[in-house]
């Protein structure tokens, strides 16, 4: 099988590379991770192998995430909202109704928030080594780590993004696969896929999500699947199939010693074949993931006495006018308008959010003061109505903001990491009728983006070399690769058979 051609979308100004395999009546979707070159992977004899398998189920599509590899660079690091976005634009590109969703450490991310908001998209979610609240980037220790293993973790961390391209990336993914000859092989990536500061953002921002209530919201089919050799303690993904409703956890036997960077999937492989031949239907459209904006004016009844009903109902209208249109162009929909406020769901917060904002700036223009209140959950839809205990949440949160402003609960925070969204902590409040406390935080900056130097390409000219000789010759540079992992093999058998000499002696 030859490598297809690569295709493109566009995202916000900037291609998306994509490539499609196979032709059959199940679609497939693999969001590869930012180190996995759309061209480069197919030089791998095990990576080659395991496309074929996965063409052989049916029509796939493959890519990374926005502004890596062979697509465009982006001068930003692109939020999970806008992530998301992509797998289904993608889908779109490639006549895709709806899929077998596959993501890989941090691309379990925008897979799994597309099932959670667009469950009637995906057909089934497969999750490989994900984790649900951030992993020890920093100080903290997140639930299923122990002190050791977050320790550990981030050292590796640091010095995978701190050295860009020195293929330490390896020793992130798994303890058998970190050789010498994986980690120049993984180095050759590193440099091919991304420049040091695209590296660095997106290093510092997935570690910091956390998707433990987009996990809630998924009502698709839902398997966890983790190899004894994974960094990844067992904890911590088995957390994340706990999470999801009737999700499956299934643990595989560890990478052998040696391994090539493909052939430590293969066992993946052979989970994601059992499970797309058996998939399912797509989920339960009715109930998804989705973030609701409760909006009101401030100080009514006082605006209604000093301006009297004519005047007050043409502002009223206007502002109501206004907000239609705010909601319109963030891709949300207004839901209904509920006396002075109004009610409106959108697919992601961080739209919702901005959406939010303009709608306070243009209210603010025609004299009134308002308060909104955002939270993410999920909603269940009946025709035009929605419903469910998200909603209820939502308003609480909005009748606890002050004048003028823009409240959210920890939930929409925690998602919108490294959108470029401040906010400032307001506590834990109670909310009336809604159980416990609640941590709320108000909007206090909209910058556009986590912003990223640009910066030239760090490939060497042999990395180039390498890079055109896979797109021209790919089987040349495949025969080369299966001769360096025999070696490398060799070399861990005979280390191996030379410590268990020495532990005999």
């Not at 090539?260 to 993946?268: A, D, P, Q, R, V």
Request: proline share 6%; glycine share 10%.
């Amino acid at each position: 099988m030859d490598p297809p051609p690569t295709q493109y979308v566009e995202r916000d100004g900037a291609a998306l590379a994509y490539q499609v395999i196979g032709d059959g009546p199940v679609n497939v979707v693999i969001h590869l991770e930012i180190v996995q070159h759309l061209d480069l992977c197919w030089t791998d004899p095990h990576v080659h192998h395991n496309f074929e398998r996965v063409a052989g189920l049916g029509r796939a599509v493959i890519f990374q995430r926005r502004g890596f590899g062979l697509s465009d660079p982006v001068p930003y690091a692109p939020t999970l909202e806008q992530q998301a976005e992509d797998v289904l634009a993608v889908m779109d590109s490639a006549g895709m109704d709806h899929a077998v969703l596959f993501g890989t450490f941090s691309t379990c991310y925008p897979v799994a928030m597309v099932a959670a908001c667009a469950p009637e998209r995906v057909s089934t979610l497969l999750l490989h080594v994900p984790f649900a609240d951030g992993l020890p980037a920093g100080p903290d220790v997140p639930a299923g780590w122990s002190e050791e293993e977050a320790a550990s973790y981030r050292e590796a961390h640091q010095a995978a993004y701190g050295q860009w391209g020195s293929g330490l990336v390896a020793r992130l993914w798994s303890s058998a696969m970190d050789s010498p000859y994986n980690r120049r092989l993984m180095g050759l990536l590193e440099r091919s896929s991304a420049t040091p500061s695209a590296a660095r953002s997106h290093g510092e921002w997935f570690p910091r999500v956390d998707v433990t209530d987009v996990l809630r919201a998924i009502q698709v089919p839902t398997y966890v699947v983790r190899q004894d050799s994974d960094r990844i303690p067992d904890a911590a993904v088995r957390r994340v199939a706990a999470l999801v409703p009737g999700a499956t956890y299934h643990s595989l036997p560890a990478v052998p010693a040696g391994a090539s960077l493909g052939e430590g999937y293969t066992e993946i492989i052979d989970y994601v074949e059992q499970v797309v031949l058996g998939a399912e239907r797509p989920g339960d459209a009715d109930r998804s993931l989705g973030t609701v904006l409760f909006t009101d004016i401030v100080g009514s009844t006082e605006l209604l006495v000093n301006l009297g009903d004519a005047h007050y109902r043409k502002v009223r209208d206007a502002h109501e006018r206004q907000a239609h249109l705010a909601v319109e162009h963030a891709g949300g929909r207004l839901v209904k308008v509920l006396g002075d406020g109004t009610l409106s769901v959108f697919d992601g917060p961080g739209r919702a959010i901005r959406c939010a904002d303009t709608i306070r700036r243009d209210a603010h223009e025609l004299g009134l003061e308002i308060r909104a209140g955002l939270h993410t959950g999920e909603i269940e839809r009946a025709g035009p109505e929605i419903a469910g205990l998200t909603v209820h949440i939502g308003a609480r949160v909005s009748a606890a903001a002050r004048s003028g402003e823009i409240l959210v609960s920890q939930t929409v925070r925690d998602i919108v990491v490294g959108s470029g969204l401040g906010f400032t902590d307001r506590g834990e409040q109670e909310l009336k009728g809604v159980p416990g406390t609640w941590r709320l935080f108000a909007l206090s900056s909209t910058d556009a983006h986590q912003a990223v130097e640009v910066e030239p390409s760090i490939q060497t000219l042999t990395d180039r070399t390498a890079v055109a000789a896979a797109r021209r010759s790919p089987g040349a540079m495949r025969a080369l690769m299966r001769l360096g992992n025999s070696i490398q093999r060799a070399r861990a058998r005979r280390d191996l058979a030379h410590a268990a000499a020495a532990a005999d002696a």
